[in-house]
C-alpha cells in the first residue's frame, strides 16, 4: 500500500482523514511498513503491520463476530479447501465455481468503462478472506482498465493467507486493511463497486453493514451480499439439511437480510447462486 492510498481511507471513530507517521518499506519510498496512523480529526491513534492497517478497536467487536473472528485466525487454511471440495458433497449438486459465477455476473464489470482522467477504478471487497474472488474479477473486467482492488477483513489469519496467495501469484493491485466491516475506515462514494461473499450471517448488525457498503459506493452502483440460505423454491432431503444447519451453527435464521437494505435503495434483486447460498444485490441511489 502507498502512503498516496490514505487519500481514501477515514477513521473509523469519525471519518475525518487519516495521516501516515510510520516508517516507509520497500521501493518506492512512499510505501506504507509499519507505524502509526493518526486521525486528523478525533486524535486516534491506529497501527499498520507489514503494508496493512488495522483500524478497528478490539473491545468493539461483539458477539458472534469475536466468535467467527476466532474461527478464521484458527483455521484459515483450511477455508478454501472446504469450499472447493465438500461443497458438492454437502449441496449433493453444484460447484463452487458456478455459485461464485452467479454472483460476479451481478457485478455488472462488464459495463465499467476507464475514466477519462485516466484514474483507476476501485473496487472493494468486504471481508476478502483468502483473496479467492480477487482473479475471478480481475479475469471479468474488460481489458485495459487500471484497477485498485481493496481487501477488508477482521481476521488476522484470513489477511496472511490472502497476502501469501496474491505474492505467489504475482498480484500487485491489492491494497490489504484489517477493520470491521461495521465501520468501513473509507471515504463516502469511493468505489465503483463494493460486494461482500459468505460472512454477514455472521454480523452482528447486518443492516449497519449494508449501510456501510452503500455509503462507500459511489452513486448507482451495484453492492452485492453473498452469505448462506437454504433455497426456499425447493425441497431438501435430511443430508443438504443437517450440513446445512453445521454449516450455519452461529446464525439462528440464514437468510437474505432484504429487511436490510437501505431505504434508499433501487432495484433489489434477492436470488439463489446455489442451494445453500443467496445472492442479494441492490443499487445505490444515483445523483440527481
Excluded at 443437517?242 to 434483486?269: C, G, M, N, Q
Aim: hydrophobic fraction near 40%.
Amino acid at each position: 500500500m502507498l502512503i498516496c492510498d490514505l487519500q481514501w481511507m477515514r477513521c473509523p471513530q469519525c471519518r475525518a482523514p487519516l495521516r501516515w507517521l510510520g516508517r516507509t518499506a520497500g521501493s518506492p519510498a512512499q510505501t506504507v511498513g509499519s507505524g502509526p496512523v493518526a486521525c486528523d480529526g478525533c486524535a486516534s491513534r491506529w497501527s499498520a503491520r507489514d503494508g496493512r492497517p488495522a483500524l478497528y478497536r478490539d473491545d468493539q467487536i461483539q458477539g458472534t463476530d469475536r466468535l467467527m473472528r476466532l474461527f478464521y485466525d484458527w483455521v484459515p487454511q483450511l477455508h478454501d479447501p472446504a469450499v472447493r471440495y465438500l461443497l458438492p458433497i454437502w449441496q449433493l449438486e453444484g460447484s463452487e465455481s458456478a455459485m461464485r459465477a452467479g454472483y460476479i455476473r451481478r457485478m455488472e464489470l462488464s459495463a465499467l468503462q476507464p475514466s477519462a482522467c485516466g484514474e483507476p477504478l476501485r473496487i472493494l471487497e468486504v471481508s476478502i478472506g483468502t483473496g479467492v474472488n480477487v482473479e475471478l474479477v480481475h479475469a471479468a473486467l474488460p481489458a485495459g482498465i487500471p484497477l485498485e482492488y481493496w481487501g477488508l477483513d477482521l481476521a488476522t489469519g484470513m489477511l496472511r493467507i490472502c497476502g501469501r496467495r496474491l505474492r505467489r501469484r504475482g498480484i500487485d493491485d491489492v491494497r490489504l486493511v484489517q477493520g470491521d466491516a461495521h465501520a468501513l475506515p473509507f471515504a463516502d462514494q469511493s468505489f465503483d463497486r463494493v460486494f461482500h461473499v459468505g460472512g454477514i450471517g455472521g454480523f452482528h448488525d447486518p443492516g449497519k453493514a449494508m449501510a456501510e457498503m452503500a455509503r462507500v459506493a459511489r452513486p448507482d452502483t451495484p453492492v452485492v451480499v453473498v452469505d448462506e440460505q437454504l433455497d426456499p423454491t425447493r425441497s431438501h432431503g435430511w443430508w443438504p439439511r443437517l450440513w446445512f444447519d453445521l454449516v450455519t451453527f452461529y446464525d439462528k435464521d440464514p437468510h437474505a437480510p432484504r429487511e436490510h437494505v437501505p431505504a434508499d435503495a433501487s432495484e433489489v434483486i434477492d436470488e439463489q447462486v446455489g442451494r445453500f447460498y443467496y445472492c442479494l444485490t441492490f443499487r445505490t441511489p444515483a445523483l440527481v
